[in-house]
């Protein structure tokens, strides 16, 4: 059972569309993230998610909107894709005091 | 601005020996540490951590070491097997669970027979 899931693993898309990535966690845990991956694997953070409520946003283009509908989902919506938005997305959670899990992570190809 | 530095993009050691991974922080904000594995095509796997009231923290075959003054921390892997070849990315953060995750660049580790 796999304790953070997101899809999907891969996404193929024209540059200018609009694309969702959704991640869940079934680990009870308040907080949320999500990390990009980039061509240079520099793991970033981008958002940050405490009970449903954004506590960090790492100067990430507002192209990019992150939703919580609960402790559980974080959601990622990018609009209007750009070619530098290809890289590798990873959602994490993490609990009191405790390390983050990661999910399998999405590898977005904008062209 | 790298807050976590990994300088070493590589690194091979013959199976059986000790592997050391090295990093350094500039904030001084971090108390919590930690490393983790990553194979290509998953997402990173939590192996150990420290926090700052601590100098070393052991688990089976892995040992981080914490050195506060000189802002230095060290993961150790002995005896290094094969499937310990993947990307060891080591990350600080502040004692809050709501606290960002700071990642390093990474090391690739390469353990040959």
């Known amino acids: 059972d796999t304790a953070v899931s997101q899809t999907p693993k891969y996404l193929v898309t024209q540059m200018g569309n609009d694309k969702s990535i959704k991640c869940e966690q079934n680990?009870?845990?308040?907080?949320m993230y999500w990390y990009k991956q980039d061509s240079k694997k520099f793991l970033k953070i981008m958002f940050s998610y405490n009970n449903k409520e954004l506590i960090i946003n790492e100067t990430v283009p507002n192209r990019f909107s992150p939703k919580s509908p609960d402790k559980a989902h974080l959601n990622l919506h990018i609009n209007s894709l750009e070619l530098g938005d290809s890289a590798v997305y990873f959602c994490a959670s993490r609990g009191s005091n405790t390390e983050a899990f990661f999910g399998q992570g999405t590898r977005l190809t904008v062209v | 601005d790298q807050q976590v530095k990994q300088n070493s993009p590589s690194l091979s050691v013959q199976e059986g020996r000790i592997s050391i991974l090295n990093c350094d922080y500039t904030?001084?904000?971090?108390?919590?540490f930690l490393w983790y594995k990553k194979y290509p095509a998953e997402g990173p796997t939590f192996l150990i951590s420290?926090?700052?009231?601590?100098d070393k923290n052991e688990d089976g075959r892995f040992t981080v070491f914490l050195n506060k003054s000189a802002k230095h921390l060290s993961l150790h892997i002995v005896p290094s097997q094969p499937g310990d070849s993947a990307v060891y990315f080591c990350a600080a953060s502040a004692w809050s669970s709501a606290s960002k995750i700071i990642f390093g660049s990474g090391t690739r580790l390469s353990i040959r027979p």
């Open positions: 680990l009870g845990h308040d907080t």
């Open positions: 904030n001084s904000m971090f108390d919590y």
């Open positions: 420290i926090s700052s009231i601590k």
